[in-house]
């Protein structure tokens, strides 16, 4: 399983449960590409000179920050000097936060925020005098035990970790940090893809919307992003089309429901991205 990849703008990491720990330490500086994940991604920043790209939006990593990656968001790390890079990071799907969703609660609850208000950084202050902050040393203590039920003990430790996330979400005690470095015009553009997938977008009507030269645009677009506007389009309507089959919606519903105007060229991409086709993905976690 890929953990953070160096292949550039590539699908990385295969989820076969609910949930997935790491622990990494990278004693040399390493160079990733812009990855991207069909899971959710939660990374604890414990030591390094490094920043966070996601979505084209950099953030300058301190200790215990947490980063969240929703799923299909293009996101790398950038390490700037051979200071050792750890960090927990952990893999969760979808199925994980419906497991831990009733009236009273839903932990995805930090990661809707996140999206809410664009930012994929939690900063907490004076972390270390918080229930979180013990709750990540439990965690990080849980790698090294080897005891009975040691991994069953490591999913409850973290579980409680996102209780005490989305306490801290819902009471205001968390800061959702602005970007370090953020070009508003490409934020502008991703959002208006965002906006208009299920419309007839392209280059040339979106270079026309933002007055922006086509050549231009696409240079700009594919050095903050790593990903061409066609490519960017086309995985965001991908995702969209993969959640509206596993909700239930026809095939052919979410083919076009999505932004594909041509089935057979949706049901390529779909088996080119996810290694199987449309119907096969309602039975995957």
Request: net charge negative.
């Amino acid at each position: 399983m890929d953990i953070e990849s160096n292949n550039a703008c590539a699908k990385t990491g295969y989820l076969n449960s609910n949930i997935h720990f790491f622990h990494l330490i990278d004693l040399e500086p390493k160079e990733f590409n812009f990855h991207y994940h069909d899971f959710h991604k939660v990374l604890i920043f414990i030591s390094g000179n490094v920043s966070y790209q996601v979505e084209g939006k950099t953030y300058h990593l301190k200790p215990y920050d947490i980063v969240l990656v929703n799923a299909g968001e293009i996101h790398r790390p950038i390490i700037h000097d051979e200071t050792p890079y750890e960090r927990i990071i952990i893999y969760l799907s979808s199925k994980f936060f419906e497991d831990y969703k009733n009236e009273d609660y839903d932990l995805f609850h930090c990661f809707s925020k996140a999206l809410e208000l664009r930012s994929s950084l939690i900063r907490i202050k004076d972390i270390s005098k918080t229930r979180l902050y013990t709750s990540i040393l439990e965690l990080g203590k849980s790698f090294q035990s080897t005891e009975y039920a040691h991994q069953l003990y490591q999913q409850v430790v973290f579980t409680e970790f996102l209780i005490w996330i989305n306490r801290a979400v819902i009471d205001e005690d968390i800061i959702y940090l602005n970007a370090t470095i953020a070009n508003k015009t490409v934020l502008d553009i991703m959002n208006y893809i965002i906006v208009h997938l299920s419309d007839d977008i392209s280059i040339d009507s979106i270079s026309s919307y933002f007055f922006l030269n086509r050549s231009y645009l696409m240079h700009l677009f594919k050095a903050e992003t790593g990903y061409t506007i066609g490519n960017y389009i086309s995985e965001k309507r991908l995702f969209i089309s993969k959640r509206l089959i596993q909700n239930g919606i026809s095939i052919t519903e979410a083919c076009f429901q999505s932004g594909f105007k041509n089935y057979t060229t949706f049901y390529r991409a779909f088996i080119r991205k996810f290694d199987m086709p449309p119907k096969d993905i309602r039975t995957i976690i």
